[in-house]
């Protein structure tokens, strides 16, 4: 599957990308500032990314200076002839005393502050950086990055998923105190587009070249969830299609949920009922680009969320 990048005009573009699987990402081990590897499979990961973009250019192509995302750059850049440019300010939160720990570690060690971060607390995150100091730095790059590019230009930056969902959330409103959307996975790309001040939501979450559905999205079904691809009427998915959306979107998914559950099943839907509801989850904040892919809804009983947002082209 190769990545062709039509002409933006007068537009800016700027797609962000996670690192490909790290080695702290498989024993569980927290990793902030620590320069924790690719894994064998994060490798793989990486280079089938770089199929995806081999016909890819970008006006600018930058990475976290951590190995993890400079060497999945690094992966993408033989493809199409770039050298990342490393980047310290695109690094993931500095987890500070909590590096290197697991999870139960991180419990055991530091109870106070799991309970704070529970309540919503901005406090510093094994006395380092908070989610706030993070979102404040990145968006700062971010934004030097965006005052840089010409009209008609692209960016590609490899970062670190908490990057990425915290810039997601700056520019769009998506925070952290409810679950709308999953959890940004391995080489997954979130692409921003500008033709003017406002950002429009392009992508989220497309990892479509390791597999159909994010690692979150994925996980949330095999505990059960049924998940349903809402799909543009030309684009052929690869799982049973269950008919037309309806007017009551939201009402329709749990109806299919109960009669699929634990199931990966596709609904054709037009422009209009799929922006309506994915407005409906994420905010009127977010401006909304074409459905030209896939979007897939994780359905249970306490409602729905987004895996991720049309993916695939």
Do not use: C
């Amino acid at each position: 599957m190769v990545h062709a990048l039509p002409d933006l005009g007068s537009a800016v573009e700027i797609t962000l990308i996670r690192h490909g699987q790290s080695v702290s990402n498989v024993t569980g081990h927290w990793q902030g500032h620590g320069d924790s590897p690719l894994s064998e499979h994060g490798v793989e990961q990486a280079q089938a990314l770089a199929e995806r973009l081999s016909g890819a250019s970008f006006d600018r192509f930058l990475s976290s200076d951590l190995s993890r995302a400079a060497d999945t750059a690094r992966a993408v850049g033989s493809r199409i002839g770039m050298e990342p440019e490393l980047i310290a300010r695109w690094r993931e939160i500095d987890v500070g005393d909590w590096e290197g720990l697991t999870r139960e570690e991180v419990k055991e060690t530091f109870p106070e502050q799991i309970d704070a971060l529970k309540q919503g607390k901005p406090i510093k995150i094994g006395g380092a950086e908070s989610w706030l100091d993070l979102a404040q730095r990145v968006n700062g790059a971010y934004q030097d990055l965006r005052a840089e590019l010409e009209p008609g230009q692209r960016a590609a930056v490899f970062a670190h998923g908490g990057v990425i969902a915290s810039l997601v959330g700056v520019l769009f409103g998506v925070g952290r105190d409810r679950r709308r959307l999953g959890n940004v996975a391995n080489t997954a790309m979130t692409t921003i587009r500008y033709d003017g001040d406002r950002p429009t939501l392009l992508r989220y979450n497309d990892a479509t070249h390791v597999g159909p559905l994010p690692s979150w999205g994925q996980e949330r079904l095999e505990q059960g969830a049924t998940v349903v691809a809402l799909v543009p009427e030309a684009y052929a998915y690869d799982a049973p299609m269950k008919g037309n959306a309806e007017a009551d979107l939201g009402g329709h998914l749990s109806t299919l949920a109960a009669a699929h559950p634990g199931e990966r099943i596709g609904l054709v839907v037009a422009p209009a009922p799929w922006s309506t509801f994915a407005t409906s989850i994420l905010g009127n904040q977010v401006a909304l680009g074409a459905p030209l892919g896939p979007t897939h809804v994780v359905v249970t009983e306490d409602g729905h969320a987004l895996a991720d947002l049309n993916v695939g082209h």
